[in-house]
């Protein structure tokens, strides 16, 4: 079983910053691509931006050079800056990750999602 716990979402105004953060754990063998995806009220889940093991990283054309994803593989865990946040920003953010389990020695793929958490960008 695996777990993605997201934190560092709230209020901000706009122009501000925030930094969302995920922890990976569970039976982990290893993580491939993680991602933070969003969802508006009203509106479908979008890709926000990914990153790979290898650290190739993809953004939405909305969010290129205000939002920068990183990960620190050693602890499974992976970020996204948010900066020069907008009002249209805001959205529960998820958390997603591909993740190879390995369970008495039999491989799985998961598709792993956090709980979500709102970032609300408002004067």
């Known amino acids: 079983q695996v777990q993605l716990v997201e934190s560092g979402g709230g209020l901000v105004q706009p122009g501000g910053s925030l930094r969302l953060s995920c922890a990976a754990s569970?039976?982990?063998?290893?993580?491939?691509?993680m991602g933070w995806y969003r969802q508006a009220p009203g509106k479908e889940r979008e890709l926000v931006a990914v990153i790979t093991s290898g650290g190739t990283t993809n953004y939405a054309d909305s969010v290129k050079g205000r939002f920068a994803i990183s990960r620190l593989s050693a602890k499974n865990t992976v970020y996204l800056q948010m900066n020069s946040l907008k009002p249209e920003d805001t959205a529960v953010y998820y958390c997603?990750?591909?993740?190879?389990?390995?369970?008495?020695?039999?491989?799985?793929?998961?598709?792993?999602w956090g709980q979500g958490t709102l970032v609300t960008v408002s004067s």
């Open positions: 569970g039976i982990i063998l290893r993580i491939d691509a």
């Open positions: 997603n990750a591909a993740v190879i389990t390995d369970v008495a020695g039999k491989r799985n793929a998961l598709d792993a």
